[in-house]
Antibody, heavy 122, light 107 residues
């Protein structure tokens, strides 16, 4: 069973850059799956940030595209997220997740990492 | 952009049936899935492809999708089903979209 684990600083200063890594275990990031980041502000709903394939193909949520960079390191079986110019509104639990695709439009996330809380504060 | 709307909360008595709706333009033309999220935990997939249950998900969870509305039904609701539930769909232009989320309270 594939497992995902997020890691990175839990506190980022306003206007700084949030950097997180997701380590994939019990499976290969070179599989046919895409890999995503999803965030959840405290007490609020889920927001998709973007997805990456092991070849480096990427798609971002248009609402965050100008500030987001995702990358993959297949040799380490991990992928990463950078979010620039952060504000308090970027305070959230950040999850990484594997995408499963079956048929046209049959896309979902399974499994998810445990999530990591990132707080933007001075 | 594509949007999915859910009721903020649903209350249900133990043993009764809870229905959670997810509304979006022509949602029935897309596939819907559902996640359960308990406090302090990550979301867990409970329904995919509108009505299919992953291995290990109890039969009391079922789903349907038609017209503009997808519905998650919990039959014989148990106290352990108290959680937040999110629908999700995939759209070729917006890619991944989540519903606004519904808190299910078992009274």
């Amino acid at each position: 069973q594939v497992q995902l684990q997020e890691s990175g600083p839990g506190l980022v200063k306003p206007s700084g850059t949030l950097s997180l890594t997701c380590a994939v275990s019990a499976g290969s990031i070179r599989s046919s799956n895409w890999w995503s980041w999803v965030r959840q502000p405290p007490g609020k709903g889920l927001e998709w940030i973007g997805e990456i394939f092991h070849t480096g193909n990427i798609n971002y949520n248009p609402s965050l595209k100008s500030r987001v960079t995702m990358s993959v390191d297949a040799s380490k079986n991990q992928f990463s997220l950078k979010l620039r110019s952060v504000t308090a509104a970027d305070t959230a639990i950040y999850y990484c997740a594997r995408e499963v695709v079956q048929g046209v439009g049959g896309n979902w996330f399974d499994p998810w990492g445990q999530g990591t809380l990132v707080t933007v504060s001075s | 952009s594509y949007e999915l709307t859910q009721p903020p909360s649903v209350s249900v008595s133990p043993g009764q049936t809870a229905s959670i709706t997810c509304s979006g333009d022509k949602l029935g033309d897309k596939f819907a899935c559902w996640y359960q999220q308990k406090p302090g935990q990550s979301p867990v997939l409970i329904i995919y492809h509108d009505s299919k249950r992953p291995s290990g998900i109890p039969e009391r969870f079922s789903g349907s999708n038609s017209g503009n509305t997808a519905t998650l039904t919990i039959s014989g609701t148990q106290a352990m089903d108290e959680a937040d539930y999110y629908c999700q769909a995939w759209d070729s232009s917006t890619l991944y979209v989540f519903g606004t989320g519904t808190k299910v309270t078992v009274l």
